[in-house]
């Protein structure tokens, strides 16, 4: 199986290199790693040429799910897994996420969850608390339930290529919020998609830093109904702070 990464940047000098080490670290390496330079004006380009192995593309048109559509159209993978411009990958996330990909044919994408390196302790625990209970209780309400999605990660997701294609790629009408839950109902439809928590990854806490805890579990929690109720998110508007 041939695994391409694919890291989607806009303005994200500061945390491009950590990722990228991250992923040229990894005890599975990546045979593609691919970085969608979204109309950077800082030197995410530059950071991003400057390490080996890495193939970067020049997205002119702003916006997070137009640049993993072009990261799709690009990659060469049978297996693309996405992840966040500011997370960083334990050293054997991609092993473990091909190891659950070659066990179960009928898996068409998994998502894993965040740990953040950069929050307080309070924040910390709240996340720990609901990886534990309201995350995987929401995913079985959803999943095994109401048996209208799951629960979906944006910036740390596997999936396969031909399940991709067939679903039509990723939605562009959608400018940012509510794009996880659009892709994860929608691949919910044609095949098995599976949340693990031991394929996590450690991302910055920053727009919870920015906006307050409040603020964005709201943003997320109302989206998330939206999309998986009604098809489209409630939220259109772009954040220049991406995930």
Known sequence: MTITVIVCAYNEEQ??????????????????IIVVDNASADRTGEVA???????????????????????????????LVYVDADCRAPRTWLERIERRFARRADLVALSGNYRFYD????????????????????????????????VFYGGNFAVRREALERIGGFDTTIEFHGEDTNLGRRLYRIGR??????????????????????????????????????HRPKDRVHLDVRP
């Open 49 to 79: 040429r400057s390490v080996s192995g890495v193939r970067v593309v020049d997205e002119p048109r702003k916006g997070l799910v137009i640049a993993r559509e072009r990261g799709r159209q690009e990659a060469r993978g049978e297996l």
């Open 119 to 150: 929050w307080d302790w309070w924040g910390r625990t709240l996340l720990r608390a609901y990886d534990f209970t309201l995350g995987p209780a929401t995913h079985v309400l959803v999943k095994y339930v109401m048996r209208i999605g799951v």
């Open 15 to 32: 945390y491009l290199g950590s990722c990228l080490q991250s992923l040229r670290s990894q005890s599975r390496l990546p045979d593609e």
């Open 193 to 230: 998609v599976e949340l693990r928590y031991d394929c996590y990854l450690h991302t910055s806490a920053r727009r919870y830093n920015a906006m307050g805890k409040g603020a964005v579990f709201r943003l997320y929690v109302r989206n998330f109904v939206s999309e998986l109720l009604h």
